[in-house]
C-alpha cells in the first residue's frame, strides 16, 4: 500500500541540471518530513535536502545554494531541483518518508533513482 516512487535521474554534464521527483502513497503526507538521501559507492548514505509539513527545510553543506526542496502537499509529492550539478554530486537518490507525530511511527523508503555527473 506505501509507495513511495522517484523519478526524474539520469546522466548530466557537469554544471547541468536535473529535478527529481517522488510520488507518494499510502501514507498521511501532511504529518510526513520528507527527505532525499544519497549514496555513492563505498560511502553512508547522508541526507541531501529535508522538508517538514510546514515547508522549513534544510540542506547538507555540500549542497546549499545548489539544490532545493520543495513539496506540494496537494499532489502527495516532494521535488528536488538540482542545480549546477558536479561529479562528485553522483549517487543514487532516494526519498525518505518520516512521521513528525510521536504517536504514529514510520520511516519509509523509495528504491532510488541514479544521478550520474559527468566531468
Known amino acids: 500500500q506505501v509507495r513511495l516512487v522517484e523519478s526524474g535521474g539520469g546522466l548530466v554534464q557537469a554544471g547541468g541540471s536535473l529535478r527529481l521527483s517522488c510520488a507518494s502513497s499510502?501514507?498521511?503526507?501532511?504529518?510526513?518530513?520528507m527527505n532525499w538521501y544519497r549514496q555513492a559507492p563505498g560511502k553512508q548514505r547522508e541526507l541531501v535536502a529535508a522538508?517538514?509539513?510546514?515547508?522549513?527545510?534544510n540542506y547538507a553543506r555540500s549542497v546549499k545554494d545548489r539544490f532545493t526542496i520543495s513539496r506540494d502537499n496537494a499532489k502527495n509529492s516532494v521535488y528536488l531541483q538540482m542545480n549546477s550539478l558536479k561529479p562528485e554530486d553522483t549517487a543514487v537518490y532516494y526519498c525518505?518518508?518520516?512521521?513528525?507525530?510521536?504517536?504514529?511511527?514510520?520511516?519509509?523508503w523509495g528504491q532510488g533513482t541514479q544521478v550520474t555527473v559527468s566531468a
Open positions: 525518505n518518508a518520516v512521521s513528525s507525530v510521536p504517536v504514529v511511527q514510520y520511516d519509509y
Open positions: 499510502g501514507i498521511i503526507f501532511s504529518i510526513s518530513t
Open positions: 522538508i517538514t509539513g510546514g515547508g522549513s527545510t
